[in-house]
């Protein structure tokens, strides 16, 4: 009976593990950005910055590293903050939300 109990406890840890609606590794397209409020089911991962370096630097580059920076903290959603001067700095809050 103990064994039983085992492989059924180890049984449902992976069916609900598979049935999870967020995935284990995220990409930065998996990352929404907008300048509104999140729900209020989001939490709050705390604040991330995007930069970019080039000499052909553009906004979208930072928000891309933004993105990136929010999928490696495992957040789907970034509310955007503000930009720097010249674009190639952006701030933003990540958040997880269902």
Known sequence: ???FLIYLSITLA???MACSSR???MKSTDVKVSRDEP???CKDMGRITGTTLSIHAT???ALEDLKTEAS???ANYVKVGE??????AVAGVAYICP
Not at 83 to 88: E, L, M, V, Y
């Open 1 to 3: 009976m103990g064994r």
């Open 14 to 16: 992976a069916v609900t």
């Open 39 to 41: 729900s209020s089911s």
């Open 59 to 61: 906004s979208e580059d």
């Open 23 to 25: 995935p284990v590794i």
């Open 72 to 74: 490696r903290k495992g």
């Open 83 to 88: 930009f720097s001067d010249t674009g190639t």
